[in-house]
């Protein structure tokens, strides 16, 4: 089961049995703390009292206390006591230690996105001006030297609303020069948090919601558009990926949703920009409605996928999330409802709090915050109708305001999609929320840049980050296949290895051999893009067929970047997991067809692929007639049955 913990290093999730002892769990949680006094560990399923000290409950499991799948604990701790300081006579080595246990940012290991951008200076390169640069060249000057990734009038040029976030981040950090301060090298950003310091920094008062003073209340909140995003572009690798998706709404005209699964890439379009390109969508249990879906969070598969997605080459992550807001039009059905527009609203205030509870919940592992993680990349993409009637895919995230709101439990849905309310203040022990004054500025009918108070409720545009989306003009997808049936779309598309088995008969799978054997190419070829589909490597992982090893070598080569090639294969059929697959292959498969002129009768076809050989091979003796009219070829144990009877003569069972 999932335990979620939230600590004032984060929010975390650890996959435990239910068996497990408590002391696992703190162990788990003293591995995301920096310097933790594991005597002073405690845990509570309040944000604010209810504390329990783990000591006190050791040798218990999790189950025993009640803890149950998908629950969220709060841990609070007190420091390590300082240690004396070590004599004169210490190994020099443990100094670099000690130091690094006080900056916990310098060992995060961060995106690969963000270390090539750290990597190169960013500047954004200028032609020589004809009109203005009088110089030879090789020279430069103020009118053709690089701007740097911040610069305003660039982006004002180039319609660019929000800089991008290693851009913010250029622009924040000091230049290095010798008079800089030893201040430099602190990280720049600091994650916003609207709650009440408790305890108190001043410790003149009890604390909250006892007491409260200026020291640790959060000061008043201005909202206003973010500086920067996370993420600049969201690229779908193929138009299969949201056709595939799209196909489960145009059946049944049920909203659906699905996590994207791809990786980020830099986006050269914005100065030192960042791209999710999705490679696929993969949709976990849910309950669709013609306006709206139930959904499940956490969701219990999410560990085996994500684990899976992190073997692929190269190796892939949940990128956000996407889903349908679909209504056909009563007068045309071809045709759907446009309904998210500028007088209407784009994310619903339900919407944008979802999406702030998500972004929360996966935060961007960076060296520029104290806590070694700042804002989150997870993107927000809706499929929805267009002002002619089509159908196109829409791209958000939610300000940093507002994730700080939702973590302070300041905010809530309103029935007007487009207004969002401000929760009246609470001082109740349990349920403690203080919410300090909310403004936001807009302009009147007159032009005037005006500040009103946001309570009781305020427009959830004030919320939004835009995110531009598009498909690649040479599409090169990593999944070449997307003919296999979907996941979690029960009496749609039913997933059973009987299909699977069919499917590598079909192929002459057990057939293929190592490349330094021969054997056919096309064949090969045929099976290598047939395997490269997400949803049929993530179903072969349930099946227990294929160990998680032999996972790993699978989902490398569904991903290979040469399908072509004869050699693609080797690494899989050498595995103990493939050689089962193809044995249980040979065994399904059904006898090959007679084709001789004295069994010239109307064919069949095996369009069920659940209906046993044998059931086709006594259909065909029937139309032979003659003695053999009389034999009925058991389904369950293939004895022959001459008597006539309903029950077979060796099972028993129904013929």
């Given amino acids: 089961m999932i335990i979620r913990v939230r600590s004032k290093d984060g929010n975390f999730r650890f996959d435990l049995q239910p068996t497990s002892d408590i002391s696992e769990l703190a162990a788990k949680i003293l591995e995301t703390t920096t310097d933790a006094d594991p005597n002073s560990l405690q845990i509570s399923n309040r944000p604010r009292g209810n504390e329990t000290p783990v000591s006190s409950l050791a040798g218990r499991n999790l189950q025993s206390l009640g803890f149950k799948h998908g629950d969220l604990l709060f841990v609070t701790y007190s420091p390590r006591p300082t240690e004396a300081a070590p004599s004169i006579t210490a ?67 180039h319609s660019i609303k929000h800089l991008s976030y290693n851009a913010y981040l250029r622009k924040l950090l000091p230049k290095n020069t010798p008079t800089a301060s030893s201040t430099a090298s602190l990280p720049p950003l600091t994650p916003l948090s609207y709650k009440v310091k408790v305890p108190c920094p001043s410790g003149g008062h009890l604390p909250w919601p006892q007491g409260i003073c200026t020291a640790c209340q959060p000061s008043a909140i201005t909202l206003q ?10 690229e779908i690798a193929s138009t299969d990926v949201i056709d595939r998706f799209l196909q489960a709404w145009r059946k049944t005209g049920l909203q659906r949703f699905g996590w994207l699964l791809g990786r980020y890439e830099p986006y050269k379009e914005v100065p030192m920009g960042v791209k999710a390109v999705v490679e696929a969508i993969h949709e976990p249990p849910q309950h669709g409605e013609l306006d709206g879906l139930e959904l499940g969070i956490p969701w219990e598969d999410e560990p085996r996928v994500r684990e899976l997605a992190r073997a692929a080459n190269p190796p892939l992550q949940i990128v956000g999330y996407i889903f349908t807001d679909l209504e056909p039009e009563p007068e045309d059905r071809t ?21 702030a509870h998500v972004q929360n ?9 104290p806590s070694g993680q700042f804002a ?31 973590d302070a439990d300041m905010i809530q849905a309103s029935v007007d999609p487009g207004i969002v309310l401000v929760k009246e203040e609470d001082r109740t022990q349990e349920s403690a929320r203080y919410v300090p004054d909310v403004f936001y500025r807009y302009k009147n009918e007159y032009g005037l840049d005006v500040q009103k108070s946001a309570k009781p409720c305020f427009p959830v545009e004030y919320l939004l980050v835009n995110v531009s989306q598009g498909f690649p003009q040479n599409p090169a997808p990593l999944f070449r296949s997307a003919g296999f049936r979907i996941e979690n779309r029960p009496g749609l598309e039913d997933q059973h290895i009987e299909g699977v088995l069919a499917e590598l008969s079909r192929l002459h799978a057990p057939d293929v051999s190592l490349s330094s054997q021969g054997g056919d190419l096309e064949q090969r070829v045929a099976l290598a893009r047939w395997l490269s589909d997400w949803h049929l490597v993530a179903f072969l992982g349930t099946t227990q067929l294929i ?10 080569t569904a991903t290979a970047s040469n399908l072509e090639d004869p050699a693609v294969l080797d690494d899989l059929i050498k ?20 084709t001789s002129a004295a069994q010239s009768g109307p064919s069949y076809t095996a369009m069920d692929e659940d209906i046993p050989p044998e059931v086709f091979e006594q259909i065909a003796r029937e139309e032979r007639g003659g003695a053999s009219a009389n034999v009925r070829i058991c389904p369950h144990c293939t004895f022959e049955n001459t008597h006539g009877g309903s029950d077979c003569e060796v099972c028993g069972l129904p013929l």
């Avoid at 246990?101 to 690969?112: F, I, L, N, T, Y």
């Avoid at 045709?335 to 994310?347: A, G, I, N, W």
Wanted: hydrophobic residues 30%; contains cysteine; negative net charge.
């Fill in 91 to 157: 190994d020099v080595d443990s100094a670099p230690s000690a130091a690094s246990s006080k900056r916990p940012w310098e060992s995060v290991q961060e995106d690969s996105v963000d270390t090539y951008w750290r990597s190169q200076d960013g500047k954004i390169p200028r032609e020589r001006d004809s009109r203005f640069c009088k110089h030879g060249a090789n020279a430069m000057c103020d009118y053709c030297m690089p701007l740097e990734p911040y610069d305003i009038e660039y982006h004002t040029k």
């Fill in 225 to 234: 558009s973010q500086q920067f995003r996370m993420v600049d572009h969201l």
């Fill in 335 to 355: 045709k759907v409802v446009y309904k998210r527009h500028p007088q209407s609203f784009f994310l619903s205030s339900l919407e944008a709090i979802f999406a």
């Fill in 361 to 369: 919940a996966n935060p961007t592992p960076s060296r520029s915050s």
């Fill in 376 to 406: 989150s990349r997870m993107i927000t993409a809706v499929l929805t109708g267009t002002a002619d009637g089509g159908i196109d895919v829409s791209a958000y995230q939610v300000s940093e305001q507002a994730c700080a709101m939702v």
């Fill in 547 to 556: 160990t998680p090893d032999d996972m790993k070598v699978l989902i490398r």
């Fill in 575 to 594: 595995t103990d997991s493939w050689q089962t697959l193809m044995t249980f292959t040979r065994e399904t498969a059904p006898p090959p067809r007679p």
